[in-house]
């Protein structure tokens, strides 16, 4: 790869985090370039016409743009990091089906939860802890003596699911009762290339 791939995200954003982060473990060259939610840069000209969603993250590679943070993973694995993904139908649904419950459940579970104590996001904080506490429920029964989410080895599925996993306290939302989910968070954190998200002060991390 000539050129560095170009992340237009957000630092205190798990959407953009799981870009970068996957980036880093996949040790794929890229530039980081920060979009000023706060000022609405996202929603200005220049950053519409690369995504006319307006929304972070989204990626340059060259002359290629692809918005969706999950889309972006998915991208990035096939053309850059094969071992991240899978061929084979039956791994390849596997994994899918963790992307599917980073954009679902974790999206309106405990991401929800830490936009509201993090942003103040007027959102429903009892719904959203509600939907985080059966997701990792399930997820904490799914990793009963596994290493990794989808594969018997690291996979975009797991980098997906990370980062507002990880940050759950932020929202009010304590992972302690999760030990096997706890232990997965230390796995990923524990990879080559591992960038962890900011902290913030809000919720049970303060």
Same mark, same amino acid.
């Given at each position: 790869?000539?050129?560095?791939?170009?992340?237009?995200?957000?630092?205190?954003?798990?959407?953009?985090?799981?870009?970068?982060?996957?980036?880093?473990?996949?040790?794929?060259?890229?530039?980081?370039?920060?979009?000023?939610?706060?000022?609405?840069?996202?929603?200005?000209?220049?950053?519409?016409?690369? &995504?006319?969603?307006?929304?972070?993250?989204?990626?340059?590679?060259?002359?290629?743009?692809?918005?969706?943070? &999950?889309?972006?993973?998915?991208?990035?694995?096939?053309?850059?990091?094969?071992?991240?993904?899978? &061929?084979?139908?039956?791994?390849?649904?596997?994994?899918?089906?963790?992307?599917?419950?980073?954009?679902?459940?974790?999206?309106?579970?405990?991401?929800? /939860?830490?936009?509201?104590?993090?942003?103040?996001?007027?959102?429903? /904080?009892?719904?959203?802890?509600?939907?985080?506490?059966?997701?990792?429920?399930?997820?904490?029964?799914?990793?009963?003596?596994?290493?990794?989410?989808?594969?018997?080895?690291?996979?975009?599925?797991?980098?997906?699911?990370?980062?507002?996993?990880?940050?759950?306290?932020?929202?009010?939302?304590?992972?302690?009762?999760?030990? &096997?989910?706890?232990?997965?968070?230390?796995?990923?954190?524990?990879?080559?290339?591992?960038?962890?998200?900011?902290?913030?002060?809000?919720?049970? /991390?303060?």
């Amino acid at each position: 790869m000539s050129n560095p791939i170009k992340i237009h995200g957000f630092p205190l954003s798990g959407h953009s985090h799981r870009v970068e982060l996957f980036a880093s473990l996949a040790d794929i060259p890229f530039e980081a370039i920060t979009v000023d939610l706060a000022a609405g840069e996202h929603k200005g000209d220049a950053f519409l016409k690369l &995504n006319p969603a307006g929304q972070v993250p989204t990626i340059e590679d060259g002359d290629v743009v692809v918005s969706d943070s &999950n889309a972006i993973l998915v991208y990035l694995a096939r053309k850059f990091a094969p071992d991240w993904i899978s &061929n084979d139908p039956l791994e390849a649904a596997e994994i899918e089906r963790f992307l599917s419950l980073a954009a679902g459940e974790i999206r309106f579970g405990p991401a929800t /939860a830490r936009l509201i104590t993090v942003f103040n996001a007027p959102l429903d /904080a009892d719904r959203a802890a509600a939907i985080a506490e059966q997701a990792f429920t399930l997820l904490d029964q799914h990793l009963e003596g596994r290493d990794w989410l989808a594969l018997d080895h690291p996979t975009i599925a797991d980098v997906a699911v990370y980062s507002y996993t990880a940050h759950a306290p932020e929202g009010n939302v304590d992972l302690a009762p999760y030990k &096997n989910l706890t232990a997965w968070i230390s796995r990923v954190e524990a990879l080559p290339g591992f960038v962890a998200m900011p902290a913030t002060k809000a919720g049970l /991390a303060a």
